[in-house]
């Protein structure tokens, strides 16, 4: 720790750099412990110098396995700088650049410390924003690719959208390494969620995936759930299997250890042996002469041996059947455990299938459950419409009554209240009925205010209506007052009429009265109908709840069972494994046996291996001279052909010079005029 803290300034005075004193303090309050020792230097604003010569002391190997960087307001080029120290360095196992705001250039320098460092097993890199350009996390993706140590990442609030994660699903397909990886508080999506369960499905390391607030459906959410639960359960059987391999792999390894031993002591054993038979052999040759007849004995004895031998030889014969048949033996007990592995694997087969057909027995059950309930709320809604066009008939009495005289106001006066007695009695059986929905009666119940608001204020406006039209009447009246004489008759009648239409609308609004009764009875009855089939729904699910209690406990036996005939299994493969033991040892004692005479055998080998290595050399030899005197005799032969050549130029040359002296001379002139 001092020694970091003296180089830190070192490089401070070799740069020309001034100290942070923070950063110095930090250094000072830093310890080592028996895991390693971490360095935290969050919340330090860290200049592009100090960077620089921090990255310069980290190229080194340090005491630190763990370095905190959260909030260090890291520019680009300082991160740059100081992400490059840790290329080369072998001891820092745990680094953490939480909220530094690192961009492009710190994704590309991300990517290239992934892809060069060794010795990374967790990088912390929340709340950054890598996921901005596209570009730059497609290189931090390939870097993770190539990376084979990293264990935990986590990349929470790092704006990663769908290309981003479609990018880190191709770099998971290629890494197998990661086995934490956090993308909370991203931006993922549908798209990116797919892409991820597609790299699941490749990826067999990832045993831990946070992906919460990042707009993915449930279903993905959930098949992403089951791939990391497949591959945890995958993990931990290969656990299992390693420690088994382990603890076999020592047991295998303190029994080399000890047939070792009891080679060396055999061997020893051996030592002896021949150095008492040299010193016999020494004591015999000087007693030869005296000893012939212990000579013939000794032959008596070699006799002996030979026949001993091939007992030990007969023996080695029956030991290896002896072998081969334990052998048969383990392929037997092999073959008996996988067939019970088989049938307790058919056993759990019929009874997963059987817990599938009931599941879906009772998803069945369920959706018919739902179907039954959609088709009840249809009927409430349907209801309500009823009740609604009631109402808007009430309201249009309400507007035919306004027109008519006081004598119908008072009448439809007590009309409404007793509409209004219904309503409330309506009200009452509906919220009975619909406690179990309340938000959609409440829902209804602000539609209806709304509507009954609607209502009023078309009433004001119709009052409103009905004063101009009084206004209009007081001013007909007014110049109808000189014309009243002639049209009282005309009231008399007018009136009479007016009283028999004023009877029909009483008796109408009685039958509409009557109709409403009617239909409020009808929905009381629909109300004890439904309230009927709810408690049967909620017999029917306490049935399945039985049923699920039965089959949890059948599933707690089953998995007893196994348990104990696992207990079982173990118990016959430490029997079996103390009688291999046994035979083991007695098969150590037939070899060393068997010793001595591969020994010999050896021996033979190695003078019939110099022998051929003799006879090779010497072929060798004699092919070389061979070859020189080939090379010699073709030589000789390009000699005499190049003195043939010679002798036949010669001779042309002769024959030419012969021919131009007989030519030339004068018998050849003689003999010209016979020819």
């Known amino acids: 720790m001092e020694d970091f803290r003296r180089t830190y300034l070192r490089l401070c005075k070799e740069g020309g750099v001034e100290p942070q004193e923070s950063v110095v303090a930090r250094l000072q309050e830093s310890r080592v412990s028996a895991q390693g020792s971490r360095l935290d230097l969050s919340g330090q604003s860290l200049s592009a110098e100090t960077c620089s010569v921090l990255a310069r002391a980290f190229q080194n190997d340090t005491v630190f396995t763990e370095v905190s960087l959260s909030d260090c307001m890291l520019s680009e080029e300082g991160a740059k700088v ?18 530094n705001n690192l961009r492009s ?41 190539s990376n084979s140590v990293l264990t935990q990442l986590d990349l929470r609030n790092n704006q990663i959208n769908h290309q981003g994660a479609s990018e880190l699903a191709l770099a998971l397909k290629r890494n197998n390494t990661v086995e934490v990886l956090d993308l909370r508080w991203n931006s993922i999506g549908l798209l990116g969620g797919r892409s991820l369960l597609e790299a699941l499905q490749k ?27 497949h591959n945890s359960d995958r993990q931990s059987n290969m656990r299992e299997s390693r420690s088994r391999s382990q603890v076999l792999n020592k047991e295998i390894h303190k029994l080399k250890e000890e047939k070792g031993k009891q080679f060396l002591s055999l061997m020893e054993t051996i030592d002896r042996q021949r150095e008492e038979m040299g010193h016999s052999n020494r004591s015999t040759s000087i007693q030869i002469g005296q000893l012939q007849e212990a000579l013939n004995e000794r032959k008596s004895a070699v006799n002996s041996l030979t026949a001993k031998l091939q007992m030990t030889e007969a023996a080695l014969a029956l030991s290896e059947q002896k072998s081969h048949n334990m052998g048969e033996l383990l392929t037997r007990v092999k073959a008996e455990k996988e067939q019970q592995r088989e049938r307790q694997s058919r056993e759990r087969k019929k009874e997963q299938e059987d817990s599938v057909l009931r599941e879906g027995k009772l998803l069945r059950e369920t959706q018919n459950l739902t179907e039954t309930n959609i088709q009840l709320r249809s009927k409430v809604e349907e209801m309500e419409r009823r009740c609604k066009s009631q109402q808007q008939q009430i309201f249009e009495v309400k507007q035919e009554l306004t027109n008519s005289t006081a004598e119908l106001k008072l009448r439809l006066a007590q009309a409404e209240d007793r509409l209004e007695m219904e309503k409330r009695r309506s009200k009452q059986a509906l919220e009975d009925m619909d406690s179990l929905r309340q938000k959609e009666v409440d829902h209804v119940n ?29 001013k007909a009246k007014a110049a109808c007052v000189t014309e ?55 017999a029917k699910n306490s049935q399945q709840s039985i049923e699920m209690d039965g089959l949890r406990r059948r599933i707690d036996e089953l998995q007893q069972e196994l348990s104990g005939k696992d207990q079982e299994r173990v118990a016959e493969v430490s029997r079996v494994r103390v009688e291999l033991q046994e035979q083991i040892g007695h098969l150590q004692a037939e070899r060393t046996a068997q010793g001595g005479l591969k020994e010999k055998i050896s021996a033979l080998e190695r003078e019939i291996k110099v022998l051929s290595s003799n006879h090779r050399e010497a072929l060798l030899d004699k092919e070389s001279e061979m070859s020189s005197m080939l090379e010699k005799l073709r030589l000789k032969e390009a000699e005499i052909q190049r003195m043939r050549e010679d002798e036949a130029t010669r001779a042309s040359y ?13 018998l050849g002139h003689f003999s010209s005029p016979k020819k």
């Open 203 to 229: 990826n067999k390391s990832i045993v831990q995936l946070e992906t919460a607030g990042n707009n993915i459906p449930s279903d993905t959410l959930r098949a992403l759930e089951q791939t990391t639960g």
């Open 484 to 538: 009243r004489a002639q049209a009282e008759e005309e009231l008399g009648r007018v009136r009479a009429q007016v009283r028999l239409e004023e009877q029909e609308h009483v008796s109408s609004l009685e039958e509409k009265l009557r109709s409403v009764r009617s239909s409020l009875q009808e929905v009381q009855l629909h109300c004890s109908q439904q309230k009927q089939t709810i408690s049967e729904l909620q």
């Open 82 to 99: 100081l992400l490059a120290g840790f290329f080369s360095n072998t001891t820092v196992k745990v680094l953490d650049l939480k909220g």
């Open 654 to 666: 002769l024959q030419s010079a012969i021919l131009t002296y007989v030519q030339g001379s004068p």
């Open 446 to 474: 602000r539609h209806l205010e709304e509507s009954e608001r609607t209502l009023q204020e078309r009433i004001f406006k119709l009052e409103g209506q009905r004063i101009q039209l009084e206004e209009e009447l007081s």
């Open 105 to 145: 250039q710190g994704a590309e320098v991300l990517g290239k410390l992934l892809a060069r460092n060794k010795t990374l097993r967790r990088l912390v890199l929340e709340w950054n924003a890598l996921g901005v350009w596209d570009e730059a996390f497609s290189l931090f993706c390939d870097g993770l690719a």
